[in-house]
């Protein structure tokens, strides 16, 4: 029995989240570009469960950009897939699984572009979600005359021109436009690229106002690990558990943030699907969350990666199962980047609650995260996401941030590299491994002389945009941990510190 509305009836909703009838039939007030995993596991998740509380009580219409597939693969299903949520959440470990029926239609843009463009004519449609990858967001000299427009804001401004001609021009038909790709300022640039698409085909000054006035550009920053299709013998069991089969079955993590940044109370009222959740946000600023997840998340990654590959952990999983070593990445985040990231907008006990969903996440049973990945471009991510927390330690404590010194030594030691042919090789527990860092060659030529390659690496500001020995006691702390890493192992030195330090 395959997953459709039909046979919905037919299926134990003891095992699995169903919608209602009365969910099918709710109006779309969503139009959505892309049909990517990260849409279908957060957005829609969030629209889907304000549905089944009676919140939002609208659907999404899906446009797939690429020709690939069709949409024959949603209306197989009538758009309906099953969500597996797995993982930790607050120490607990969670499993949950639900037939979400956000989505309404899929149309492809190739295909289906006047029937696209008709949608603008609802009245109800009244939000844009996307997730185009960072490539989506770019400027082109699209004619939004074509069928369809090639770029993501060709097509884009082809729909609200016909929306703004289907309302003449009213200020109530304009849309909130709430991107998700993962760049900077992604609404703020979006707006921008529209605004001279517009120019550049001489649209008028009145649709421009209309554009920029009743529009809202809402930026966002989304964050929940959604792998995608499950392994073939893991959903053949889910199926046979829930008696259905499903080929748009995906999982996903716990853990889901959707940080909105608006102060209007009509974007509020629009978006109301955000009372569903603890996990989305509509706030005057994101930066606050913007900080947490590039210090906590991303910053304890990669401070934590040189360490756990020379102490032989092949993913973060396996590394969080090791005791000593999940204290120790438990510890980092509590006494060294939380209080650095503390300001006037993030309370210490905000990093607090940040830092410990980051061990539920790292400690995730179903997830296959590399260490071997978060390695890439190391030295140019700890640059920017681990350096500055080093001087906000030492202006709060005047101290030597001990841990993020091992996690130094441990980057020094991964970078001992040697050139094969055009890639840098390195070497630990046995285990041979590539380098991809823009100054492996600057570090491979410091490791010429071990005596000096600690002093050279720290001071070099070309890698840090500052001198590292200029802080009192980090380089001896550096050399100390170093040392203990060459003769003791990464392993024992972690044993070490749990037993000295209480980790």
Not at 79 to 100: P, Q
């Amino acid at each position: 029995m395959i997953l459709n509305k039909e046979n919905l009836k037919s299926i134990n909703g003891d095992k699995v989240i169903k919608p209602t009838a009365g969910i099918l039939a709710l109006p779309e007030k969503v139009i959505q570009f892309g049909t990517g995993v990260l849409l279908r596991g957060l957005p829609d998740y969030f629209i889907d469960k304000a549905n089944q509380n009676g919140i939002f009580n609208g659907r999404v219409l899906v446009v797939k950009s690429t020709s690939r597939g069709g949409s024959d693969e949603f209306s197989k299903q009538d758009n309906l897939y099953t969500l597996c949520v797995k993982g930790i959440e607050d120490g607990v470990s969670v499993e949950e699984n639900s037939i979400n029926a956000s989505i309404s239609r899929v149309l492809s843009a190739s295909q289906d572009w006047a029937e696209i463009l008709k949608a603008a004519h609802q009245p109800e449609m009244q939000v844009v979600i996307s997730n185009t990858t960072e490539v989506g967001i770019v400027k082109s000299e699209d004619k939004i005359s074509d069928n369809p427009p090639q770029s993501y804001p060709g097509k884009l401004l082809a729909f609200l021109h016909e929306r703004y001609k289907a309302f003449n021009g009213s200020a109530e038909s304009g849309m909130v436009i709430v991107p998700t790709e993962l760049i900077s300022d992604n609404a703020d640039k979006l707006k921008e690229i529209l605004l001279d698409l517009a120019i550049q085909n001489k649209l008028g000054w009145d649709f421009e106002n209309w554009l920029k006035t009743a529009n809202h550009f809402c930026k966002t920053l989304v964050d929940r690990i959604v792998p995608g299709k499950l392994p073939a013998t893991e959903q053949k069991a889910i199926e046979n558990e829930l008696g259905y089969e499903d080929e748009l079955m995906i999982m996903a993590e716990p853990f889901r943030l959707w940080a909105i940044e608006s102060s209007n109370e009509k974007v509020k009222e629009i978006l109301s699907f955000a009372k569903a959740d603890k996990g989305i946000f509509i706030v005057p600023s994101i930066d606050k969350f913007k900080e947490l997840k590039l210090r906590l998340l991303n910053g304890t990654h990669t401070i934590s990666c040189g360490l756990a590959i020379l102490a032989g952990f092949n993913t973060v999983k396996e590394a969080m199962a090791d005791e000593d070593f999940a204290n120790h990445v438990l510890k980092l985040m509590k006494e060294e980047i939380a209080p650095a990231v503390v300001n006037e907008d993030i309370t210490y006990d905000e990093a607090l609650a940040f830092a410990e969903s980051v061990t539920d996440r790292f400690s995730n049973p179903f997830l296959e995260h590399q260490w071997q990945a978060i390695t890439l471009n190391f030295t140019s991510k700890m640059q920017m996401r681990n350096i500055p927390l080093i001087r906000k330690y030492y202006a709060l404590k005047n101290e030597v941030p001990q841990l993020t010194a091992l996690g130094v030594a441990a980057y020094i030691l991964f970078m001992n590299v040697a050139k094969e042919g055009e890639n840098y090789i390195a070497s630990a527990n046995g285990k041979t491994y590539p380098v991809q860092d823009e100054f492996a060659e600057i570090i491979a030529g410091y490791w010429k002389n071990p005596e000096t390659v600690i002093d050279n690496t720290l001071g070099d500001r070309r890698l840090w945009g500052k001198n590292l020995n200029n802080y009192p006691g980090f380089n001896a702390a550096v050399k100390s941990y170093v040392e203990l890493l060459q003769n003791k192992g990464a392993k024992e030195t972690l044993s070490n510190l749990h037993s000295e330090r209480t980790i």
